[in-house]
């Protein structure tokens, strides 16, 4: 019930806002929703016993095809959904950059949650696709009417490569759907009784990249990450907060949640392929942040090379890994919306994000710049931030499963310390530039949705064990059945 | 079987497309052909034409000419009906009414319309 | 004969339209109010539908006309949708200023013409039937007689229909020469492959596919549809394309199925064309009339889809996609026919008109086939029968087309919500288009999130035809 419960809740958050004249209203109707969804997923947390899937609920939807409202969640989903109503209500109270049609941004950024918690809850295939689809929607608009300069292209191309990429997984799902339907006459996209499947090994390595190319599109993994930019840059604060915050994690889940779950055997046939493309993406990352000039670009493709990790955890396929690699998810679910705010709220008071024309702001926005140093060491993984932790369970596990290789990584590190702290020193510490005109210090909602980011990354990174415990409930029986 | 009834078909309207060809040449060669200023005319049933060929028709002519299409082909409909009629029966009567029901409602309408009017009283 | 007049009660909701066609032929012979020949027709369908209802389930025959639950569940779409085309129409025919006259006759009259096709089961009854439909129809898309374009629509639809009844006229004259029976059950039984089958088959195959609009018999549909009165282009979309889809189904399927070997291939062929050609034309047309009328191609191509299928979820399944279609289409039609017909009049939508603005996105997101929206059923389902039937291929296809299909159909919402317009002028009227198309939109979300009724009721209806 608790599930159906948050799930409704974001609902109602994103439709009744519609409803109301009020911009103030309806705002405070989409805190007051998101602070009740994540009130009802904290209390999930402390239900949660054991390990496996809770909470489960089923009902028959379209039985004539085998369609079910099936959710539960396990150690894998239940951080993402705390994550996301945590999201919702740091974006909702974060709030609009411009205030323009305020009853539908509320609207649009309570049914991304909505749709995103549902995608870590639904255990049925085609559950599943639809609650991915009715992300799809509200983000498109909210790049398309509240986003930059170039929204029109950045909206379209966002549009564009997500549905190509789930067009490609819904197709893998149909043809797992139809294999079953073949082999047992039943129609299911149930999650459990398809995992069951039998299916010879070349058609499964079909299914396996296609199932991945959908999810690496989202996550995004190179060289499949180039709507990512675009779509960061042009995005409203709070967009982008939720586009770092849940929907690149709609990826990562995804490919945990199915092709490492039906087709264990060739995802370690593949393992190394997966790593280096991991690999990859670590270091390309993190040297284009290094190129960037706008902060919200370097924060963007920074994301890119966190994900990176994700997928490296998810290759190596060790318990410690997976932990890191789920760990990983939640730690840049925090991070790196704090990061998106820090840069989200300098555009407010100083007028630009390009660090060329920036300087010296530490001096006239001193909270702004506590909070912005704090940010970035949790981008770079400093020890006692949730990142480190994640990060150097992953680079364990690694080593496990591929010695040599994973000391790969050790130089990426030092590259994103690299761009962070010089990004740092550019635009934050030095001179003041006087060219500069900086309107006040940090607001009082946005201190509030700040702090909250910083506090989950502080407690996370010095007490880790309340959130790992529940991942490792499901990492080591994941990486014992693999 | 019903391939050779097609071919003997076929082969029918193969002839009868060539005769009429035929017949179009065979005079060619035996008619002696003399020019006259009279043959030249538009054939006008033996009157002399005058004026253009361009002559404006009320446009209540084609009114009355579909009008009268349309009840002339009523008509037709009423042969194939009258061979069978004794055979049906009363079944056959009403659905010749009704068929006749509904032209009356469209002459009815087309004459509360204003369609048989011959000239028309323009709105000034 | 008392046998056959104790049957008489299966006509009725046809007898019923066509006195309410007469009785909206003469309501304007006096009063010139334009209103009361809307309502005479609502009230005509309404009745219909009422009467309908109660024939649920009945089975029973009048000669060669037949009601069973598939003339059932067609005639109750037709009804419906014409129904609604009539709501449009009341509002519209006022903005234009147009005289009433035999608009509403005319458009019940094509109604109790498609009525009839979906229950005849002879090639005389269905020719005859699919006439009275077509020249009824071929009158309301040239109904604005002072628009050129009308005019155009009108004249290109008769002369485009013309031809194509001349080659059914033709093919249907070959099976009967062939077989020496009208009626379909008959034909199916004795016709076998040979030469003239063949020709006879091409000749349909093409004269049906003029009336479906399937590629390369689609070309007057582009400019009838954007030619033609929006209500009318919304009729023609919801039961005229319906109406070609039924006989396609009664010929091909009911008539020819023995012949299934010699016209799936081409059937299939032709479905992945027109589906092809259709979204891809509609990628860059900017009159949204012009970029429905090709969406709707290529809709015809889906429904195409179920019949080369040729099993019984397939053919549920084109029925079912007639009717998402017709509500999705007629209901885009109505917010069209009210705001205009160029995407840059769609502009800021959202701010004249919330409820038209989020029943058109609802339409647009149905038509690109996401879930959990009416349209995205149908579509699923043919593919799925495709699959079945070991159509890989054309399934493929299809999807692919839906993929692509999203972006034009992305144009116009991106036109409503996201593209500011000058026009700051806030109009909070309830026009009767949007009535209509709030109802479309209610149905559609409503067989969007429950379609388990309607899959239900369909395959018990393909039964009566399914061989």
């Given at each position: 019930m608790i599930l159906s419960v948050i799930l409704i809740l974001l609902l109602l958050g994103s439709?009744?806002?519609?409803?109301?004249?009020?911009?103030?209203?309806?705002?405070?109707?989409?805190?007051?929703?998101?602070?009740?969804?994540?009130?009802?997923?904290?209390?999930?947390?402390?239900?949660?016993?054991?390990?496996?899937?809770?909470?489960?609920?089923?009902?028959?939807?379209?039985?004539?095809?085998?369609?079910?409202?099936?959710?539960?969640?396990?150690?894998?989903?239940?951080?993402?959904?705390?994550?996301?109503?945590?999201?919702?209500?740091?974006?909702?109270?974060?709030?609009?950059?411009?205030?323009?049609?305020?009853?539908?941004?509320?609207?649009?950024?309570?049914?991304?949650?909505?749709?995103?918690?549902?995608?870590?809850?639904?255990?049925?295939?085609?559950?599943?696709?639809?609650?991915?689809?009715?992300?799809?929607?509200?983000?498109?608009?909210?790049?398309?009417?509240?986003?930059?300069?170039?929204?029109?292209?950045?909206?379209?191309?966002?549009?564009?490569?997500?549905?190509?990429?789930?067009?490609?997984?819904?197709?893998?799902?149909?043809?797992?759907?139809?294999?079953?339907?073949?082999?047992?006459?039943?129609?299911?996209?149930?999650?459990?009784?398809?995992?069951?499947?039998?299916?010879?090994?070349?058609?499964?390595?079909?299914?396996?990249?296609?199932?991945?190319?959908?999810?690496?599109?989202?996550?995004?993994?190179?060289?499949?990450?180039?709507?990512?930019?675009?779509?960061?840059?042009?995005?409203?604060?709070?967009?982008?907060?939720?586009?770092?915050?849940?929907?690149?994690?709609?990826?990562?889940?995804?490919?945990?949640?199915?092709?490492?779950?039906?087709?264990?055997?060739?995802?370690?046939?593949?393992?190394?392929?997966?790593?280096?493309?991991?690999?990859?993406?670590?270091?390309?990352?993190?040297?284009?942040?290094?190129?960037?000039?706008?902060?919200?670009?370097?924060?963007?493709?920074?994301?890119?090379?966190?994900?990176?990790?994700?997928?490296?955890?998810?290759?190596?396929?060790?318990?410690?890994?997976?932990?890191?690699?789920?760990?990983?998810?939640?730690?840049?679910?925090?991070?790196?919306?704090?990061?998106?705010?820090?840069?989200?709220?300098?555009?407010?008071?100083?007028?630009?994000?390009?660090?060329?024309?920036?300087?010296?702001?530490?001096?006239?926005?001193?909270?702004?710049?506590?909070?912005?140093?704090?940010?970035?060491?949790?981008?770079?993984?400093?020890?006692?931030?949730?990142?480190?932790?994640?990060?150097?369970?992953?680079?364990?596990?690694?080593?496990?499963?591929?010695?040599?290789?994973?000391?790969?990584?050790?130089?990426?590190?030092?590259?994103?310390?690299?761009?962070?702290?010089?990004?740092?020193?550019?635009?934050?510490?030095?001179?003041?530039?006087?060219?500069?005109?900086?309107?006040?210090?940090?607001?009082?909602?946005?201190?509030?949705?700040?702090?909250?980011?910083?506090?989950?990354?502080?407690?996370?990174?010095?007490?880790?064990?309340?959130?790992?415990?529940?991942?490792?409930?499901?990492?080591?029986?994941?990486a014992g059945g693999v | 079987m019903a391939v050779e009834v097609f071919v003997k078909m076929a082969l029918y309207m193969a002839i009868a497309l060539v005769i009429p060809v035929i017949a179009f040449f065979i005079p060619k060669l035996f008619t002696p052909s003399r020019y006259s200023y009279l043959k030249a005319e538009t054939y006008e049933c033996g009157e002399i034409p005058y004026g253009t060929a361009r002559v404006q028709f009320s446009i209540q002519y084609y009114t009355f000419a579909l009008m009268f299409v349309i009840f002339d082909i009523e008509a037709l409909m009423m042969f194939p009906w009258a061979v069978v009629v004794k055979e049906i029966g009363i079944l056959a009567v009403i659905e010749m009414l009704v068929f006749i029901g509904v032209f009356v409602i469209g002459l009815i309408y087309a004459w509360t319309k204003g369609a048989l009017r011959w000239v028309m009283n323009y709105p000034e | 004969m008392a046998d056959t007049l104790s049957m008489l009660n299966i006509v009725i909701p046809e007898i019923i339209v066509v006195l309410f066609a007469f009785l909206a032929l003469f309501s304007d012979l006096k009063g010139k109010n334009r209103r009361l020949a809307g309502f005479i027709t609502l009230v005509g369908f309404i009745l219909a539908i009422l009467y309908l209802l109660t024939l649920k389930g009945v089975e029973g025959n009048l000669l060669t006309f037949v009601l069973d639950s598939y003339a059932w569940s067609f005639k109750m779409l037709f009804l419906f949708a014409s129904a609604i085309v009539a709501v449009i129409s009341i509002g519209y025919l006022e903005r234009a200023k147009s005289s009433v006259g035999e608009y509403y006759a005319l458009l019940m009259l094509a109604t109790a013409g498609a009525m009839f096709v979906v229950s005849a089961r002879d090639l005389i009854t269905l020719y005859v039937a699919f006439e009275t439909a077509s020249l009824s129809s071929y009158a309301l898309a040239a109904y604005f007689r002072w628009d050129r374009r009308s005019n155009e629509a009108g004249l290109k639809y008769l002369f485009y229909g013309a031809f194509s009844s001349a080659l059914i006229l033709y093919g249907l004259s070959l099976i009967y020469g062939l077989t020496g029976r009208v009626e379909l059950e008959a034909i199916s039984l004795a016709i076998s492959s040979s030469p003239v089958a063949y020709l006879a088959l091409a000749m349909l195959i093409a004269g049906f596919g003029y009336k479906v609009s399937a590629v390369p018999f689609h070309m007057w549909t582009p400019d009838v549809y954007q030619g033609a009165p929006t209500s009318v282009t919304a009729f023609l979309a919801a039961v005229s394309k319906a109406m070609g889809v039924a006989i396609f189904l009664q010929i091909f399927v009911l008539g020819l199925g023995s012949m299934i070997g010699d016209w799936r291939l081409i059937i299939a062929v032709i479905a992945a064309v027109t589906m092809t050609l259709g979204n891809v034309v509609a990628l860059v047309q900017t009159n949204v009339k012009r970029m429905l009328a090709y969406s709707s191609i290529a809709h015809a191509g889906y429904a195409l889809v179920g019949i080369a299928a040729f099993n019984p979820l397939g053919i549920a399944s084109a029925i079912f996609h007639m009717v998402t279609h017709a509500l999705m289409k007629a209901g885009s039609f109505a917010v069209v026919g009210d705001e205009g017909e160029s995407i840059h009049q769609l502009n800021g939508l959202w701010k004249r008109s919330r409820i038209a603005a989020f029943a058109m996105t609802v339409f647009m997101f149905s038509l690109a086939g996401f879930p959990p929206l009416a349209g995205f059923w149908s579509k699923y389902w043919l593919f799925w029968s495709a699959m079945e039937s070991g159509l890989w291929i054309l399934a493929l296809i299809g999807v692919l087309n839906s993929v692509i299909s999203v972006f034009y159909y992305a144009r116009v919402i991106r036109a409503i919500y996201v593209i500011e317009s000058p026009r700051t002028l806030k109009i909070s009227r309830m026009s009767s288009a949007v009535v209509a198309a709030v109802i479309c939109m209610t149905g559609i979300l409503i067989i969007g999130v429950y379609p388990q009724p309607v899959i239900a009721t369909l395959l018990e209806a393909i039964r009566a035809v399914y061989p």
């Open positions: 439709i009744l806002p519609w409803l109301v004249r009020s911009a103030t209203i309806a705002r405070c109707v989409a805190i007051f929703f998101a602070f009740l969804s994540f009130a009802a997923s904290i209390y999930a947390y402390t239900m949660f016993e054991g390990s496996g899937f809770q909470f489960e609920e089923r009902y028959e939807w379209i039985p004539s095809l085998g369609i079910s409202y099936h959710l539960a969640v396990d150690g894998l989903s239940l951080p993402l959904v705390i994550l996301t109503t945590l999201l919702a209500l740091v974006a909702t109270i974060y709030g609009v950059d411009e205030p323009k049609r305020d009853n539908q941004f509320y609207g649009l950024i309570m049914l991304t949650c909505f749709g995103t918690a549902g995608v870590f809850m639904a255990l049925d295939l085609f559950l599943f696709f639809v609650f991915w689809e009715i992300v799809l929607i509200p983000m498109y608009f909210l790049i398309a009417i509240w986003g930059g300069p170039r929204k029109d292209y950045a909206s379209f191309k966002f549009i564009i490569y997500t549905h190509i990429g789930s067009v490609i997984m819904i197709l893998a799902f149909f043809a797992m759907h139809y294999l079953y339907y073949l082999q047992t006459g039943v129609r299911t996209f149930d999650l459990f009784e398809l995992a069951k499947l039998s299916i010879e090994p070349k058609l499964a390595v079909i299914l396996f990249i296609a199932l991945i190319f959908g999810f690496f599109i989202k996550m995004p993994i190179f060289p499949f990450h180039t709507w990512l930019p675009a779509a960061h840059v042009e995005a409203p604060t709070s967009g982008s907060v939720l586009l770092a915050g849940i929907l690149l994690k709609m990826g990562g889940y995804g490919l945990f949640r199915i092709p490492y779950t039906f087709f264990p055997e060739v995802a370690k046939a593949y393992a190394y392929p997966i790593a280096i493309i991991a690999i990859v993406t670590i270091f390309y990352g993190a040297l284009a942040a290094m190129a960037q000039e706008d902060y919200k670009s370097l924060i963007a493709l920074s994301s890119v090379s966190h994900m990176g990790y994700v997928l490296l955890g998810a290759a190596a396929l060790t318990p410690a890994a997976i932990t890191g690699a789920i760990f990983q998810m939640f730690a840049h679910g925090v991070a790196s919306p704090l990061l998106f705010i820090m840069a989200g709220t300098l555009h407010h008071k100083a007028g630009t994000r390009l660090i060329h024309r920036l300087g010296g702001v530490a001096h006239k926005m001193p909270i702004w710049a506590t909070f912005m140093v704090t940010a970035s060491m949790a981008g770079l993984a400093l020890p006692f931030t949730a990142s480190f932790v994640a990060e150097f369970t992953v680079l364990i596990g690694a080593l496990e499963a591929f010695n040599v290789l994973a000391l790969f990584v050790f130089p990426a590190a030092i590259v994103t310390a690299g761009y962070f702290l010089y990004a740092l020193r550019r635009a934050v510490f030095g001179p003041f530039n006087a060219d500069l005109h900086i309107y006040g210090d940090v607001d009082a909602h946005e201190f509030v949705a700040m702090f909250m980011l910083v506090v989950a990354i502080i407690y996370l990174g010095i007490y880790p064990i309340p959130l790992e415990g529940i991942i490792d409930t499901f990492s080591v029986a994941f | - | -």
